[in-house]
């Protein structure tokens, strides 16, 4: 059973371009990551393996890039199969939406479970790039 979720819409002050080139690279994404977080991951600029304990072992890739407004990622080796897209649009010079969309394949009963949780990680990813400052796509 697919759940499916959408984050709220926000904004950052940063061309849509250069958050599209700082989202479009691993290496970059995940220093948004708390430290505890990033211990756990295997990064290179086209994929991210995470070892998440008892959930097991598995890997994010890019599957889509629209320069300069879609990012779609997906899993390989997951028990359940997700894809993440972060939409981008430029609505004025530096003034670029942002908008996290988040399907899970899970069951009846897990779905159920895990909504709350899915809906608040894909609005606290999108507060996350909402708030990344145009020094740090430079870096």
């Given amino acids: 059973m697919s759940l499916k979720v959408e984050s709220k819409i926000v904004k950052n002050e940063c061309?849509?371009?250069?958050?599209?080139?700082?989202?479009?690279?691993?290496?970059?994404?995940?220093?948004?990551?708390?430290?505890?977080?990033?211990?756990?991951?295997?990064v290179t600029p086209e994929e991210c393996k995470i070892n998440a304990g008892v959930m097991g072992k598995f890997t994010l890739r890019y599957i889509e890039r629209e320069s300069p407004k879609l990012i779609k990622i997906g899993t390989e080796g997951a028990k359940e199969a997700l894809t993440l897209w972060i939409q981008l649009k430029n609505v004025d010079a530096y003034d670029t939406r942002i908008k996290v969309t988040i399907s899970l394949e899970v069951g009846m009963m897990a779905k159920m479970m895990v909504k709350g949780k899915i809906q608040q990680f894909a609005?606290?990813?999108?507060?996350?790039?909402?708030?990344?400052?145009?020094?740090?796509?430079?870096?």
Avoid: C, W
């Fill in 15 to 42: 061309l849509d371009v250069d958050l599209f080139n700082f989202l479009s690279d691993f290496t970059k994404f995940t220093r948004l990551l708390p430290p505890e977080h990033q211990a756990n991951l295997e």
């Fill in 123 to 139: 609005d606290s990813l999108a507060d996350g790039i909402s708030r990344i400052p145009a020094y740090v796509m430079k870096t």
